[in-house]
């Protein structure tokens, strides 16, 4: 398995890659399917919270906060895969990078445009979300910059712009050639979205230079729009959210869940789509190790967050911390840490264990782990508050887990789509000279 | 003068009888929900009183605090709502207006006292109730938070009144409807601006604590009780 894709002469990788676009397979006809089902029952579940209220949800007094919240840091967690490993292995030149970057980018846009749901599905009035918009409505009077909500919404909006400009600036040079490469309507749709791309010296020097500065401001907006999510907690008053340590804690764990997912939609298109040419074991490999050293870095901070206010010993962090760790939530709390530091340490610490089945399995682990962590950062410190009568547990309803699926539902769905639309391995990056006309 | 609007409680008088609650309900057209919601904690009581156990059985002894919107000089719910749903007014007091409320939650996570109420359904009263709904005071739509106002309502109508007979606001024309109903005369409600009044004079005296005031929120809700 030491073939690499760059040794293939292009023609092959071009007929490769654009193979998956045409023809539509009977599982592919059945997963869409079966993704639209799930999915059409979120949003009639949406519908009916919409009709009958937020009772229809587990949330209660104290906890006001539950499953969408959860899924909204998950889902902007995953975000993180693309843009940000593919903008680091950009501006570093690795040559590696080229059949992973498309398929990062692309889970940015649709986990963004996923989580991006959460804030108004989880809002009591989600018809009213525009008035959270940063835009003075009709008395003149702006939405309130004091709240972290309006930092995250401004974050999110920034972030979804940049990471669709990030995705479609190196889409460009391959629309251009497939709208070279077919008929009917898709030559139309390709020939319209590749802007009158011709191939010119001065656009590729312009779309170059495009990419290396996008890759710059992502990496600064990634960083930020999760601190800011990590803030939505801990710019509160409450016991175990108000800590220093979330800005980067959450930051790392975004990468963390980020290249596991990305690992999980590898493993699947090399499958789905035949391309073990392309994603080989090498990169397999080198995404096992940066998901090891995030795993060791994910360990870290959750130590140094629990161990500070074991250690510190003030009771109303305590409470949360038992809750946590003794009690209620403590299945949830040791589940996180088997799923995301014991399994994966064990998969791919052990270099005879390290393939692409054992990484996709223990991608598969974080993955569910990091949704855990969200779950036991959230609820546990809500339904411990400071008045010890006020103190409740969160069960969630049919309701919410309905959504939770759709959601899921939502990101196969948008990537069937997406690889049935556009190749998902950068074409021209393969190109010996991409300059030249071939 | 502005007014400050401010209570105290007094805890060594405080039996434990909830006719605060019940006239709060009465007042503030809070909603009546079934013993099913009411399990899972969906019950909105903008008074509660919380109960305090000291000793073991037989030998025991009960301790009642009622609890309200402290309405904190230094809210931690107001920042951090994106649109001015809750806000703090000239008179000192933490307003919360429906209309602008989108439902974030986020107020009532940011509350250390939990006294922030959710609407989960549309509010409902069974026959005749309705009947009495108080006109003074909004129904308030599913899907916004609600809380404590200090009976906002009672406060303005004082004032109309007081201006219509041309008379400064006297100590204690502002009654809310939980001090009002209090048998055992263990709330008071006045204004702290003004040293003479009642209530000014128990918040100094030294009976006088406020809750989880190390948080710095600074309420204006003092509980007064034997000092230890």
């Not at chain 1, 889970?107 to 959460?118: P, R, S, Y």
């Not at chain 1, 020097?205 to 999760?226: D, F, G, W, Y």
């Not at chain 1, 919410?400 to 997406?418: C, D, G, K, P």
Request: hydrophobic share 45%.
């Amino acid at each position: 398995m030491s073939a690499t894709p760059e040794l293939l002469p292009y023609k092959r990788i071009r007929e490769d890659l654009f193979r998956p676009l045409s023809g539509i397979s009977r599982g592919y006809l059945l997963t869409t399917s079966i993704a639209f089902i799930v999915g059409a029952a979120g949003l009639a579940a949406w519908g009916y919270q919409l009709r009958r209220g937020m009772g229809v949800t587990g949330l209660q007094r104290p906890v006001f906060w539950g499953f969408y919240i959860v899924d909204f840091v998950f889902w902007i967690g995953i975000s993180h895969a693309g843009t940000l490993i593919s903008a680091i292995l950009r501006l570093t030149d690795a040559a590696w990078r080229k059949p992973v970057t498309r398929a990062a980018e692309a889970i940015t846009v649709f986990a963004l445009m996923i989580g991006g749901m959460f804030p108004i599905i989880h809002l009591g009035r989600a018809w009213l979300f525009y008035w959270l918009v940063p835009y003075p409505n009709s008395r003149l009077l702006w939405p309130n910059f004091r709240s972290p909500l309006l930092w995250d919404l401004t974050a999110i909006l920034t972030y979804m712009t940049g990471s669709v400009i990030y995705l479609y600036l190196p889409l460009i040079p391959d629309l251009a050639q497939l709208a070279e490469h077919n008929t009917t309507w898709r030559r139309r749709f390709y020939r319209a979205f590749s802007l009158g791309w011709t191939g010119s010296d001065r656009e590729w020097h312009a779309l170059e230079r495009a990419m290396k500065l996008m890759a710059c401001i992502i990496l600064a907006v990634a960083v930020s729009v999760h601190t800011v999510v990590a803030w939505d907690f801990s710019m509160a008053l409450a016991p175990m959210w108000h800590s220093t340590i979330f800005g980067p804690y959450f930051v790392a764990g975004a990468i963390f869940s980020g290249i596991a997912a990305l690992i999980v939609v590898m493993a699947t298109l090399r499958k789905v789509l035949h391309l073990e040419m392309y994603l080989t074991r090498h990169h397999f490999d080198r995404l096992a190790k940066l998901l090891l050293l995030m795993s060791l870095l994910w360990l870290y901070f959750t130590m140094a967050e629990n161990l500070t206010v074991w250690y510190g010993n003030e009771p109303k962090e305590m409470a949360v911390f038992g809750a946590r760790t003794r009690a209620h939530y403590a299945r949830f709390f040791w589940t996180m840490v088997v799923l995301n530091f014991a399994i994966p340490f064990v998969l791919l610490g052990i270099r005879r264990l390290r393939t692409i089945a054992t990484a996709t399995i223990a991608s598969a682990c974080i993955l569910a782990g990091m949704w855990l962590e969200r779950f036991v950062i959230v609820v546990p410190t809500l339904a411990n508050p400071r008045m010890p009568s006020a103190v409740s547990l969160y069960t969630p309803t049919w309701v919410e887990v309905a959504i939770t699926s759709a959601t899921f539902a939502a990101m196969v769905m948008l990537y069937l789509v997406f690889a049935k639309l556009v190749p998902i391995i950068a074409v021209w990056e393969f190109k010996p000279h991409p300059q030249e006309e071939d | 003068m502005e007014h400050r609007w401010g209570m105290a409680i007094d805890l060594d008088r405080c039996t434990g009888c909830e006719a605060c609650v019940v006239a709060c309900h009465a007042e503030n057209n809070l909603p009546v929900s079934s013993p099913e919601q009411s399990e899972k904690g969906r019950t909105a009581h903008w008074i509660r009183v919380d109960r305090y156990y000291e000793g073991e059985f037989p030998d025991i002894k009960v301790k009642y605090m009622p609890v309200l919107c402290q309405q904190c000089d230094n809210a931690p719910c107001e920042p951090v709502c994106p649109v001015y749903a809750t806000y703090h007014n000239p008179e000192g007091l933490n307003v919360q207006v429906y209309n602008r409320c989108v439902g974030t939650f986020y107020c009532a996570n940011n509350c250390p006292y939990s006294v922030r109420f959710f609407n989960w359904f549309e509010p409902k009263w069974p026959d005749p109730l309705p009947l009495q709904h108080n006109p003074d005071v909004a129904i308030r739509p599913a899907g916004v938070m609600e809380k404590c106002t200090f009976c906002i309502q009672r406060i303005q109508r004082a004032k109309q009144d007081a201006a219509q007979e041309g008379v400064p606001l006297a100590d204690g024309d502002v009654q809310p409807a939980c001090v009002q109903s209090c048998a055992a005369e263990a709330m008071v409600f006045g204004d702290l601006n003004d040293p003479k009044s009642r209530v000014s004079r128990l918040a100094a005296s030294g009976r006088a604590t406020r809750l989880l005031e190390e948080l710095g929120t600074k309420p204006k809700v003092f509980y007064l009780q034997k000092a230890t």
